[in-house]
């Protein structure tokens, strides 16, 4: 069925660092893919996306990539700051009229100061 | 422009009882969208609705659980005879219509506690 692994599930950077998150999916047919960042007890919020037809996409100190031939997706956030520290969650949306995203397990993200 | 909203922010209900859980999608949305949360794990998809129609409800247990977003009014979770393992928080998220569906928003979440 479809999955999105995601790793690691902790990291913890210094501040100013950089901080990079990987997920893979298993449905080919997926075409588009968020991130979200929930800090402890909030909503989700969608940080950046990027849609299947693209490579990158950056915006400011946040990018992503997307490899469609292996399935994989990656978050990079560079110069890391303490308010970055939150969990950050991948997703995965496939084609077809459903739009339901499948998450994967999260990344706890902390920005040492 | 206000947010996706949900309501209640916590409930508590004991085993047996009836949880409802509410929706307001952001004004313009027309899809909506019910995940849960279990402490510590991702959002798990339930079910995706537009007005008046159960678009995809795979992800929804197979009893107990029903979904609608009715042509006035928010859209309701609804959970019969809770059990505790129903503990969680649960988020709904809405989108635009048409091509544009693809960015979803979430709302707040209700967290359900079941004692």
């Known amino acids: 069925g479809e999955n999105v692994e995601q790793h690691p599930s902790t990291l913890s950077v210094q501040e100013g660092d950089s901080a990079v998150i990987k997920c893979t999916y298993s449905?080919?047919?997926?075409?588009?893919f968020p991130w979200y960042k929930q800090e402890l007890g909030k909503r989700p919020q969608l940080i950046i996306d990027?849609?299947?037809?693209?490579g990158e996409k950056k915006d400011q100190r946040i990018a992503v990539t997307l490899n469609k031939t292996a399935k994989h997706f990656s978050l990079h956030i560079t110069e890391t700051q303490p308010e970055d520290s939150a969990v950050y969650f991948c997703?995965?949306?496939?084609?077809?009229?459903?739009?339901?995203?499948?998450f994967g397990q999260g990344t706890t993200l902390q920005v040492k100061p | 422009n206000a947010g996706v909203m949900q309501n209640p922010r916590h409930l508590v209900r004991r085993r047996g009882q009836e949880a409802r859980l509410r929706c307001s999608p952001m004004?313009?949305?027309?899809?909506v969208y019910w995940y849960r949360q279990l402490p510590e794990e991702g959002l798990k998809f339930m079910v995706y609705?537009?007005?008046?129609?159960?678009?995809?409800e795979s992800g929804m247990p197979k009893e107990r659980f029903s979904a609608e977003f009715p042509k006035e009014g928010p859209s309701i979770l609804r959970i019969q005879q809770v059990v505790r393992g129903d503990s969680a928080a649960y988020f709904c998220?809405?989108?635009?219509?048409?091509?544009?569906?693809?960015?979803?928003?979430f709302g707040p979440g209700t967290r359900l506690t079941v004692l």
């Open positions: 998220a809405s989108s635009p219509p048409q091509a544009q569906r693809n960015e979803q928003f």
């Open positions: 609705l537009q007005k008046e129609n159960i678009i995809d």
């Open positions: 990027i849609r299947s037809n693209v």
């Open positions: 449905d080919s047919a997926s075409n588009y």
């Open positions: 004004k313009g949305h027309s899809h």
């Open positions: 997703a995965a949306r496939g084609s077809g009229n459903t739009g339901k995203l499948i």
